[in-house]
């Protein structure tokens, strides 16, 4: 009966080993083939907002271009560029006179998200360059004069008078 009590115990034991070595096999076998399906997926999605030029190109759909100034006009487009879903990219390049330029590479899935990011991004460059006009005004006529400084030359020659 012991023995009996034994060999059954024993049985057991390399039952459940197996099984459990099998379960083992299974799961990391899973596990392989899940992680291999999340990256196919994380390499299949397609890059929104700030992109290389060859990224954006490569999703073969029309891309336009526009040329902008200097790296802060680039800078400030991005704004824009999120707040409507347009797609960019940014490139240094030389104008004919051989001055620096920036060249941005852009497109949307429609027409209308592209000239709604445009027009936006116009209005708000033309407030900023009138801001630094008006800033700038009393600074470049230096010929002009104060009005309380006139009031006081105007009285000096009356009494000189």
């Known amino acids: 009966m012991q ?5 059954k115990s024993l ?9 459990t070595a099998r379960t083992l096999a299974t799961a990391f076998m899973k596990f392989l083939r899940y992680s291999r399906n999340k990256i196919q997926a994380h390499q299949n999605v397609k890059p929104q907002g700030k992109q290389s030029v060859k990224q954006l190109i490569a999703q073969n759909q029309g891309v336009e271009n526009t040329e902008l100034a200097d790296r802060n006009e680039a800078k400030s487009f991005d704004r824009y560029a999120r707040q409507y879903g347009v797609d960019y990219a940014v490139q240094k390049g030389y104008s004919q006179e051989g001055k620096s330029r920036y060249i941005l590479y852009f497109k949307a899935r429609d027409r209308s998200a592209i000239n709604q990011a445009m027009a936006a991004y116009s209005v708000a460059w033309a407030r900023q360059q009138k801001q630094e006009r ?7 006529d230096p010929t002009r004069e104060a009005p309380a400084k006139k009031m006081e030359r105007i009285r000096q020659k009356g009494m000189e008078r």
């Open 3 to 7: 023995e009996d009590i034994e060999n």
């Open 11 to 19: 049985t057991l034991i390399i039952n459940t080993s197996k099984l």
């Open 134 to 140: 008006s800033a700038a005004e009393p600074t470049l």
